[in-house]
């Protein structure tokens, strides 16, 4: 197997996972239940927990790539017509704001405690000269 790349041999896994439950989900009597398991049994039932767990990790490693993709979605001073998506960041009020879940318009940081999070606070507001200069 070790010829094969990783999706060939998770499909190969996979398949022989789904033969293991549909096995598995037919009767059996009491039994057949309490006799000990077959070597090949026990085989077949790791690799169908691998299966399980490689999909599993398949489908985070994906969700993953895209989360640090996208970095911090900065999106400007925050505007009271807009609505944000969970994970966006805004200034405000002197402040930096993270959104906690997806905001309706006019949920304003500060106000709508269950929506926004204080990420950073300037310990002075900042004030714009019309020379281009901060104080």
């Known amino acids: 197997m070790t010829d094969m790349n990783a999706d060939e041999q998770f499909t190969i896994i996979s398949a022989r996972a789904e033969e293991i439950r549909t096995g598995l989900d037919t009767s059996f009597t009491e039994e057949q239940l309490q006799r000990p398991l077959s070597r090949r049994m026990v085989h077949a039932l790791i690799a169908a927990t691998t299966a399980a767990t490689g999909a599993k990790l398949k489908a985070l490693a994906a969700r993953i790539e895209e989360l640090e993709a996208g970095g911090v979605r900065y999106a400007g001073t925050w505007q009271r017509a807009v609505g944000y998506r969970k994970g966006t960041v805004v200034t405000s009020g002197g ?41």
Do not use: N
Not at 95 to 123: F, N
């Open 95 to 135: 402040g930096m704001w993270t959104a906690l879940r997806d905001t309706a318009e006019g949920e304003q940081p500060g106000k709508a405690l269950d929506a926004w999070q204080l990420s950073a606070k300037s310990p002075r507001p900042v004030v714009r000269m019309k020379t281009g200069r901060q104080e």
